[in-house]
């Protein structure tokens, strides 16, 4: 006989191959844990916040490319998970959240009384809470189920667009003894959808007859694994290649064919693209508002718009015109239009391409001006050094405000197997910290370079001591804005400068970071003038344990370009559509660059 958490703990070692669980220890999962110290196989990552074991444990199911696992604890445990939770499932991640709670018998579930608050110690029903957030959510209820559950549960987090799962495991359940081999398993019937031939004779009409095509490519590429297979549409036919922000690590980013990060913090030469072209073809993107702009109808006006994607859910919203819809896994469309297009002998003339490279080199996201900043260090400048001093398998994390536009913007991926993992969809504050540890972990120690602003570091600022503890080589690169940028632009932008909650005038103090660092025992700097930033990052990127390099920026940092309003002749303001990013160029200038009608 085996107990339900040895069980659990031989099938995520076993079965899924994982060697690390991140957790934090709570009475209601404590034979959970046990389990977890029962296995040689598994290495616990013992966090200070539920919230940063969520986060750690998606970004390293990101990295690996495969799953993640978490165990949480009854009540106020599981709810402080709600955050990592929520950006596993807009980010599409399959993971595998479990909580203990309290014996059956006090569980409000299972006591039949509709509204009941609460019955057991610290006990709460978390499984309605969290199923709007969760491909599959369920109350692990009977002991003999748990092979069938586990098996469910990972199936579908990994099936069709992916995303977490939660199992709930009462105390007396997870205790429980089970014969492993009277189990009843989950046989999963679901098939990847595939596209038709119909459908790729379609789109290879389409690109054959098409001047201007332009490939949108999204982090269903990589879900797919189908990075290589983009990379031979791309170059083969010479078809320039945006991408939104978790798609930025699909292709290197000194390919002619990648021309930049599209959207309404994007960068111009993507969106001129986008903009200009007369065929888009969008895969394994949900073209997201911050893709295709908040006046979507004037999204790639003179273009037919066809999409492959696994999840037809994200493209029934009614924002762009989609031309064809292409329910597909991305390896299996792009491998069937890669033989399509090989037997028709059809090749794209360069003279596109050489256009949406010509907008590559003029207008780059770091301007030569960036760098007469005096005492201060412009963020794009930054991003732009640490890109060039990065090496090959480096992995990037950005979370929030600057530390995910700028980020995003100014990054620049020169190595083969170089990686970019944002907090995309939610851009949560406090992200780039636990997720550095996932990160780390699961790379087996190796670098990992963390972006975050000083007032987003405060949010998880206590596993400063998890990097310590297990002495991970992150390099955590702290942007001190004097508080909160992206907010004092708003207020300044659109309030008359009411300032309230952005800095230490309004309300929002932030602690000296060398002096945290020192308390930690992390060995920290900080850098102000650009002259010294490369020096400043080769000692943070040699350092063998964790260190801080504290970057002082301009407090008024603009985070540019971006897609605005402009006031026109009569005084009335009006918004811009993507190709048109402030701060606005000449309007000659940008007339030039304009293939399709403007507006």
Known sequence: MT???????????????????????????????????????????????????????????????????????????ALNALTGLGGAWQDSVPCLFISGNVKRATCTHSEGVPGLRQFGVQELDIIPVVSSLCKYSVHLNKPEMVRYELEKAVSIAKS?????????????????????????????????????????????????????PVIIAGRGVRLAGARELLKCLAIDFNIPVVTPYLGIDNLRHDLDV??????????????????????????????????????????????????????????????????????SDAFAAIEKLLKTLNLSQFKMRRDWLDRCVGWKKNYPVCLPEYKNTVDAINVYSFMDRLSHLAGPGDVFIGDAGSAIYAVSQGIKLLHDNQRYIPSSAMATMGYTVPAAIGVSVALGGKRVLAITGDGSLQQNIQELQTYLHYQLPIKLFIWNNDGY??????????????????????????????????????????????????????????????????????????????VSSRVNVDGSMSSRP???????????????NMIVPTI
């Open 485 to 562: 940028l992206s907010i004092r632009a708003s207020q300044k932008n659109y309030f008359k400068e009411r300032y309230i909650g952005e800095g230490a005038r309004s309300g929002v103090s932030i602690p000296d970071t060398i002096k945290i660092a020192n308390a930690y025992g992390i060995v920290a700097a900080r850098v102000k003038d650009l002259a010294k930033l490369d020096e400043a990052i080769i000692v943070a990127l040699t350092h063998e344990g964790p260190y801080i390099l504290e970057i002082i920026t301009p407090p008024e940092q603009p985070i540019i370009p971006t």
């Open 3 to 77: 107990r339900v958490s040895d069980f659990i703990a031989k099938f995520i070692s076993d079965e899924l191959g994982l060697k690390d669980i991140f957790m934090l220890s709570g009475a209601g999962s404590m034979h959970l844990t046990d389990g977890v110290a029962c296995n040689p196989k598994l290495r616990a990552i013992c966090v200070h916040h539920e919230q940063s074991a969520s986060m750690a444990l998606e970004a390293y199911a990101r990295t690996n490319e495969n799953f993640a696992v978490g165990y949480f604890s009854t009540g106020p445990a």
């Open 258 to 327: 990648y021309i930049g990060k599209t959207g309404v913090k994007g960068d111009r030469a993507a969106n001129f693209a986008m903009q200009n072209s007369d065929l888009i073809l969008a895969i394994g993107t949900s073209l997201h508002i911050s893709v295709v702009g908040y006046e979507y109808e004037q999204f790639a006006r003179s273009a037919k718009t066809v999409v492959i994607d696994i999840d037809l859910t994200s493209h029934q919203k009614k924002t762009i015109k989609i031309d064809r819809m292409i329910q």
């Open 578 to 592: 993507l190709e048109d990013m402030a701060p606005f160029l000449d309007r000659d200038e940008y007339q030039k």
């Open 160 to 212: 069709g667009r992916p995303g977490p799962v939660w199992i709930d495991i009462p105390m007396d359940v997870q205790s429980a003894l089970i014969d492993p081999v009277k189990l009843p398993s989950f046989n999963s019937t679901e098939k990847k959808p595939i596209a038709s031939q119909e459908d790729i004779e379609y789109l290879e009409n389409l690109l054959v007859n098409s001047e201007r």
